[in-house]
Nanobody, 127 residues
Framework: QVRLVESGGGLVQAGDSLRLACASSRLTFSRYTMGWFRQAPGKEREFVAAISKSGGTTDYPDSVKGRFTISRDNAKNTVYLQMNSLKPEDTAVYYC????????????????????WGQGTQVTVSS
């Protein structure tokens, strides 16, 4: 059974930083593009970041661009999300996801393109 396990969430103040990690088991990690999404109460799950299989391509929505950085270590089967200058509106449950692709540079932006999901980790930013 494939598992994605997120860690690193917590309660921080506005302006602080957090680094989330997502480790996979039973997944040939290097075959998958990886993504981070978040979901706040009463809102839909939204795209936060994505990284291609090789790590050479990344993308972010404008809401986090310049503050968040996604990276991956294929040898450790782990993807990271470095979050700086956190804002109260970043408060949400953060999920990592894996989507298989034959193409090295492909990244995905929508939830239906991802096959495997973690259970989520809570990030709360106080003002």
């Amino acid at each position: 059974q494939v598992r994605l396990v997120e860690s690193g969430g917590g309660l921080v103040q506005a302006g602080d930083s957090l680094r989330l990690a997502c480790a996979s088991s039973r997944l040939t990690f290097s075959r998958y593009t990886m993504g981070w999404f978040r979901q706040a109460p009463g809102k839909e799950r939204e795209f936060v970041a994505a990284i291609s299989k090789s790590g050479g391509t990344t993308d972010y929505p404008d809401s986090v661009k310049g503050r968040f950085t996604i990276s991956r270590d294929n040898a450790k089967n782990t993807v990271y999300l470095q979050m700086n200058s956190l804002k109260p509106e970043d408060t949400a449950v953060y999920y990592c996801a894996a989507g298989i692709t034959p193409l090295i540079g492909t990244i995905y932006y929508t939830t239906h393109e991802y096959t495997y999901w973690g259970q989520g980790t809570q990030v709360t930013v106080s003002s």
